[in-house]
């Protein structure tokens, strides 16, 4: 069994994760989910992957806000 097959991150670029992630949310309420300033102030993708590509602690809460999406997204479908 491959060790990523119950990775759901497994094939996702964190681009492709946030571009949905403020698809469905905007970056006013991921602000007010994940409170850092890349989601606050001037908002972009570009400077979003900046930050959290060398923020490990910020990658992780949107990692898991991203979980948690598609689970609820999932559950739905």
């Avoid at 964190?14 to 007010?32: C, D, H, I, K, N």
């Avoid at 908002?43 to 602690?57: D, G, M, Q, Y």
Wanted: glycine share 2%.
């Amino acid at each position: 069994m491959n060790k990523n097959s119950n990775n759901p991150l497994h094939g996702i670029t964190l681009e492709q994760l946030l571009t949905e992630l403020v698809t469905y949310y905007g970056f006013a309420e991921l602000s007010s989910l994940i409170d850092i300033n890349c989601f606050k102030n001037d908002p972009s993708i570009k400077s979003s992957l900046t930050f959290l590509r060398r923020t490990p602690w910020a990658r992780t809460k949107v990692e898991n806000l991203y979980i948690s999406y598609r689970k609820e997204i999932d559950a739905i479908q």
